[in-house]
């Protein structure tokens, strides 16, 4: 009897052991996926792109290493391209109002915690006050500003930098020492990776910088530990390339930690922008001068960075293909082995080939749908390629020749070539518009 119990015990043992081993290894086939965003930064504002205004090495040093995509479109404003992220859909489908995804949408991170991976999100919510809208949206672990909150403190002063206002898995958490919401945020990025370091997880970060308030960062000699928030609105300008600076070292912070827990060949990290710039920053991009977008659906609105790093994963190169902000979605489950369900109908296309030195199927066109507010009334529709690109209202743009989009195509002078071009994108207009639910 003795010896049939020992001889179950010891099977048991060697299975769980085996069991535990096997998911120990089908862990470490699974990447780590690191998805930082900053907030209100175009694509000049990088030197990797030839910005020459503010100093980004650890960026830069990312886009040498790794794949710097030349032409990835955001929404131009935040919470548009925030659930176009996250959905891996249009807007048309899906956007009401602005700071509110709807909740029987599904995310990428609901589908990486039902894979197994342990999730967590840090930074700018505004996708919905309920305070369990992070979990149910698929993250474990949340610490995140204007969630259950707005922007402002009592006194009126925004929160999210000096001494800021956060939550914490819903809890609020009232800073008053001292401390740079950025810098907590970041500290809580690092704890998550050094405390998931043995098993698959995803890190989602929609940072706050370079949003303004334009203010000093803990870097900047005007930097005061005891203001409790900016007077104004916009703060100052001038601060601004202090903010890139800060949120470049906040990239390097992350990336040294990923290499401290030896993380670096099983992590893949995507660093893009919400949106373009914001008023009245003007900055210089081999040797133009771009003037802020944020708000408007040209180039300088809409066109960010975007840059992936992933040591023997991701390749060294410049991709010139096209990039929307649906396309996230699918790449992301790709990367991770995740099957997306059939039911669910997403509108972006998977960019994993590109990253790994194969042609693809690259995008032909972009589809935009565009409302801050959410009324099919007030959006901008648009479809275009890198040359090219068609309104809904009719407006026509060859966007080498007119990238801030002054003087439409007449008609009578388009080319055969032109006018082929633009009945592609009409049909591709309406089709789109057809997707927008009653």
């Not at 802020?292 to 975007?306: C, H, I, Q, S, Y």
Request: charged share 25%; net charge negative; aromatic share 12%.
């Amino acid at each position: 009897m003795k010896s049939t119990f020992h001889t179950c015990l010891a099977l048991f043992l060697l299975t769980t052991t085996a069991l535990h081993a096997e998911s120990e290894r089908a862990s470490a086939g699974r990447p780590n996926i690191i998805f930082i965003m900053a907030d209100d930064l175009g694509y000049e504002t990088i030197g990797a792109y030839g910005g020459t205004s503010y100093q980004t090495p650890h960026i830069d040093r990312l886009a040498e290493m790794g794949a710097r995509f030349e032409h990835c479109y955001a929404q131009p404003l935040c919470t548009p391209s925030r659930v176009k992220l996250m959905t891996g859909r249009y807007n048309v489908r899906n956007y009401r109002k602005f700071g509110i995804l709807p909740r029987n949408e599904t995310t990428f991170a609901q589908l990486f915690r039902e894979a197994g991976y342990t999730t967590a999100i840090a930074g700018k919510w505004q996708l919905g006050k309920e305070p369990d809208a992070p979990r149910h949206f698929g993250f474990d672990e949340a610490l995140l500003w204007q969630h259950t909150m707005g922007r402002t403190r009592e006194n009126g002063r925004d929160s999210r930098f000096e001494n800021p206002l956060l939550e914490r898995n819903g809890n609020i958490l009232d800073y008053r020492n001292g401390e740079y919401g950025p810098e907590l945020l970041t500290d809580f990025v690092c704890d998550f990776i050094a405390n998931n370091r043995d098993r698959p997880f995803l890190v989602y970060y929609p940072m706050l910088l370079t949003h303004c308030p334009f203010i000093p960062t803990p870097d900047s000699e005007e930097w005061d530990p005891k203001s409790m928030g900016s007077p104004t609105y916009k703060g100052d300008a001038k601060y601004f390339g202090d903010m890139v600076r800060y949120m470049d070292k906040i990239v390097g912070r992350i990336v040294d930690e990923v290499e401290r827990q030896g993380l670096s060949e099983n992590t893949i990290i995507f660093f893009t922008g919400d949106n373009g710039t914001d008023r009245p920053v003007v900055s210089m991009l081999n040797g133009r001068k771009v003037a802020w977008g944020k708000g408007k659906t040209t180039d300088a609105g809409t066109r960010v960075p975007l840059v992936v790093y992933g040591p023997g994963t991701v390749k060294s190169q410049v991709i010139r293909n096209l990039v929307d902000f649906s396309d996230f979605f699918p790449t992301l489950c790709d990367l991770a082995g995740i099957s997306t369900p059939e039911s669910l109908p997403l509108d972006g296309r998977s960019f994993l080939p590109q990253l790994n030195g194969q042609e693809g199927q690259p995008r032909e066109h972009l589809y935009c749908w565009y409302s801050s507010s959410g009324k099919p009334e007030k959006a901008k529709i648009f479809a275009r390629t890198h040359r090219y690109k068609l309104y809904q209202s009719g407006d026509f743009f060859d966007l080498s020749q007119d990238v801030l989009e002054e003087q439409p195509l007449l008609a009578s002078q388009l080319t055969p070539e032109q006018k082929e071009i633009r009945s592609q994108f009409q049909t591709v207009i309406e089709e789109n518009s057809k997707l927008r639910p009653e």
